[in-house]
């Protein structure tokens, strides 16, 4: 099994519409995150969350919220979706003490925003 | 603000050639980490290499290896022996190692690579 699992794979909404991206992990890590992917443009940070009660803005957080529910689960919403929110979205694993910094992603999550 | 740039959006390379990817970075920071990720075509990110700034002696992982110039906050990516299975989108990230927004990755645009047979 996967170590960085991401549900749905794939997702098409309409515009307005509330939307939830979910990813669990079974590494035992405390620190998760939620990048973006757009062509051309790389991978940008929307949140991240060092543990349960530590939950921090990225570079692009607007329109976005986070939910850490447990150390092995963190969800991202799309309040109320819009078109320019089409993207690839990935979550993403790290623990510095055994890991040593190295962010493990899940598989990425592609959004359509109709 | 930290950045990274890595200025060939696209490369190719004969199999079994030699290729190399260049990326560029702009700090402060006299402690960090750097990254090269890989992304095939089935989209998922697979570290490549990592390196961390302190160490001088230049990481490689079997046919990867890196140029690390400090100075010329330079974090260029070796392919050696090139294989179909390399092609993929190549990132560079570099992340802080202590301070605000510590942990977090800053990714370059990425290179796309095309191995050819």
């Known amino acids: 099994d996967a170590d960085v699992t991401q549900t749905p794979r794939n997702r098409i909404t309409k515009t307005g519409k509330r939307i939830m991206l979910e990813c669990s992990q079974t590494?035992?890590?405390?620190?998760m995150y939620w990048y973006r992917q757009d062509p051309g443009l790389g991978l940008r940070l929307i949140y991240y969350s060092f543990d349960v009660k530590d939950i921090n803005k990225g570079e692009i957080s607007d329109g976005y919220s986070v939910s850490r529910q447990a150390q092995a689960k963190f969800s991202l919403s799309l309040e109320s979706a819009i078109p320019n929110q089409t993207a690839l979205y990935f979550c993403?694993?790290?623990?510095?003490?055994?890991?040593?910094?190295?962010?493990?992603f899940g598989p990425g999550t592609r959004l359509l925003v109709l | 603000a930290q950045t990274v740039t890595q200025s060939q959006p696209e490369m190719s390379v004969q199999e079994a050639e030699t290729v190399t990817l260049s990326c560029t970075y702009d700090t402060s920071e006299s402690n960090y980490y750097l990254f090269w990720y890989k992304q095939p075509p089935s989209r998922q990110m697979i570290l490549v290499i990592r390196?961390?700034?302190?160490?001088?002696q230049n990481a490689t992982e079997n046919r990867f290896s890196v140029n690390f110039q400090k100075a010329a906050k330079s974090f260029s990516l070796k392919i050696s022996d090139s294989q179909l299975g390399d092609t993929a989108m190549y990132f560079c990230a570099f992340m802080k190692k202590y301070g605000g927004s510590q942990g977090n990755l800053i990714f370059g645009k990425g290179t796309k690579l095309s191995v050819k047979p």
């Open positions: 590494k035992g890590h405390d620190r």
């Open positions: 390196q961390e700034a302190y160490k001088q």
């Open positions: 993403a694993t790290s623990d510095p003490w055994t890991a040593q910094e190295t962010q493990y």
